[in-house]
């Protein structure tokens, strides 16, 4: 059972950057498949960008050219930096992780980012 704890979330100014982070519990964070999703009050939760097991990535429309998503093997962490960050970009996110065969999804508890116009 993987657990996933996400940091780095917080109050920015419109323009401004964040960079967050997910550490993940357990071995074999490397065949892990991860993710970020986010939700915003009142809306379902979405796909920010996906960062596969062999390092291949992608992202939302809404936020390409803005946000990267990387991970660190050796830290069994993936990060997020989220850079010309815009007030819709306000929302929880969450750090997801999945594998084959059974592809069952482990969320963190997500971290709150705000950003003010």
């Known amino acids: 059972q993987v657990q996933l704890v996400e940091s780095g979330g917080g109050l920015v100014q419109a323009g401004g950057s964040l960079r967050l982070s997910c550490a993940s519990s357990?071995?074999?964070?490397?065949?892990?498949?991860m993710a970020w999703y986010r939700q915003a009050p009142g809306k379902q939760r979405e796909l920010v960008a996906r960062?596969?097991?062999?390092?291949?990535?992608n992202y939302a429309d809404s936020v390409k050219g803005r946000i990267t998503i990387s991970r660190d093997n050796t830290r069994n962490t993936v990060y997020l930096q989220m850079n010309s960050l815009k007030p819709e970009d306000t929302a929880v996110y969450f750090c997801?992780?999945?594998?084959?065969?059974?592809?069952?999804?482990?969320w963190g508890r997500g971290t709150q980012v705000t950003v003010s116009s």
């Open positions: 997801n992780a999945r594998r084959p065969p059974n592809w069952a999804d482990h």
């Open positions: 357990g071995s074999d964070f490397v065949t892990y498949h």
């Open positions: 960062i596969t097991s062999y390092g291949s990535t």
